[in-house]
């Protein structure tokens, strides 16, 4: 007879979409992964909801597939922009879902029934690479995620980072110009601002003010607003020069952020996860050419850069990684 | 009848200076401390005489006031400008010394005839301030050493982190303005461009340029090429306003520098050693306001911003600590 198979449920957080799906707890496979949209204007208590109603849906598909019962979960990791408290499973802000000290492990542990953890997103999806995808066996390993932010984490001998005070990894707010463009974060001069996706794509609609031949106008109608970051990697494909020189800036911002961070913690890999990693060599290649002019040789030499290897899921991945880890006190 | 105390000495190599002295096990006191010109220019094996004769300097002070013989003491710690490699011992580069792939530690060793240890001196002095100075106890702690370069050290739970090819720490080459000044390692607007003891020296001779009342000419007796960052916080003390603008600007730059080190590790302390420390006041309350408008809140509370307790000899104690813990595995 063999040993039941036991799960955990990871739920992905996100300003646009929650992703969440099961695992078992060796992390062999992904099970009954799904994405539905965050409506985070609909309030916190509806987003709470939603999160609910997902993680029901993971619940009861995965003992449909699996034949499991519900007593074979063990929780819910959750992963949330933030910052966050891990002991309290407050998130203390997170501005792009208007949050502000609220409570959301316990409010989802409580309505599901089940432990949960929470922990930042960013750092879920450094530890969903470096469990599961790209990053397996590195030993020390910075992660970046693009997105609607520039999040980050950190893992040392094989232990994720959290810091002081739980905030640690937020390599998006590191200044590469310290008299330059305004942050969200009230900043100045933040690698967020120049290469998040909606920086990105702001830099797209400048490049278009003036400018000759793109087809970017055209693929989204005319309407330069709805310009996105996916909108300039798919130009850049197509060997559009506005794109194409967009995408060669945005690797020389990511160039200068990421060789602070070399230079900084001399890791051995960093890996880049989110959307951007849809723009391949085309953003990769000349992003490592600009470490390389930037960063310290024997620390260039000794750090592989790559794209993230699970990105739909790094973040649902890592977050049931982190439950695990908190929970069973091992990987 | 009491146990014998055995000896470590520590040395610090810098393009300027030699410090040595030796410390018991339990680095409970500083023995025999003392300094020689490095006098790089005379050539590498002339360098090597000169740390060999403190060496011996030191032995021989410390076996007269301590009535201790030779065999008790059990060996070098090193620490030196670098990139370099801890386990073979070489130096890679150090453009202070003008050296290139030195073998430091094995020449000091067979002359000595003691065991001796290699590393970085920024980490050393780092490592120094976390055993016995301004960072005892901190859990998560980053060095900064400000003279003639920035340098740097991290401590992760007690441990000095090295990374994954043994150069780590390089805080100085953090770019906070990728479009600023040149820095001496080739990059583009490093903090050490801004904020090195050359850097704010030349800072200062910039601001003279077309000014009216600054006692910092006289200072120097009317030749601006003999200041010096010490000139600068001098005039400083004294209240001379060019020489407090460039105290602000230095700490301005520094804020941002630190920040992105706040942001990125959530330490629980950034301990700053050097002779920048002698500004006091004057450098660290600008320099924690600027860290306050720049890192996230909860990683800024969580951090204390203090200047080294080991002015003229965290490096050496951090050196003798460095080679215990390699020696015998533990502090």
């Keep these: 007879m063999s040993v039941k198979e036991r799960y955990i449920i990871g739920v992905d957080l996100g300003g646009t979409n929650i992703v969440a799906g099961a695992m078992p707890l060796d992390g062999s496979r992904e099970i009954a992964m799904r994405t539905i949209p965050t409506m985070t ?67 989802v542990a409580s309505r599901v029934k089940l432990d949960a953890t929470l922990d930042n997103d960013a750092r879920c ?44 990894g937020e390599v998006g707010h590191t200044t590469i110009d310290s008299t330059g463009r305004r942050c969200n974060c009230g900043n100045y001069g933040c690698l967020e601002a120049y290469a998040s996706g909606p920086a990105i794509a702001e830099r797209a609609r400048e490049a278009l003010e003036g400018k000759e031949e793109s087809i970017l106008s055209e693929m989204v109608g005319g309407d330069v607003s709805r310009i996105t970051a996916q909108t300039v990697y798919e130009a850049s494909k197509r060997e559009d020069a506005v794109a194409r020189q967009v995408v060669r800036d945005t690797a020389r911002f990511l160039g200068a952020g990421i060789s602070n961070l070399i230079n900084i913690f001399n890791p051995d890999m960093v890996v880049i996860a989110g959307g951007v ?45 982190t439950f695990k880890m908190k929970t069973l006190g091992e990987l």
């Design 41 to 107: 204007q609909t309030g916190a208590d509806n987003v709470v909801t939603r999160i609910v109603t997902i993680i029901e849906e993971v619940i009861a598909h995965t003992m449909k597939e699996t034949g499991c019962e519900r007593s074979d979960f063990l929780g819910v990791g959750i992963g949330s922009p933030g910052p966050l408290n891990r002991e309290t499973g407050v998130v203390i802000a997170a501005g792009n879902l208007g949050w502000k000290n609220f409570p959301l492990r316990d409010e």
């Design 125 to 168: 999806a450094t530890f969903g690479e470096y469990w599961r995808g790209a990053a397996v066996g590195v030993r020390n390993l910075i992660g970046m995620t693009l997105g609607t932010g520039i999040g980050g984490g950190i893992v040392f001998d094989g232990q994720l980072y959290h810091g002081a005070s739980d905030v640690a």
């Design 277 to 321: 990693t849809q723009a391949g060599d085309a953003l990769f290649e000349p992003l490592r050419a600009e470490v390389r002019r930037r960063a310290f040789k024997p620390a260039v030499d000794a750090c592989r850069i790559v794209p993230g290897a699970l990105p739909l899921s790094a973040g649902v991945v890592g977050a049931v990684a």
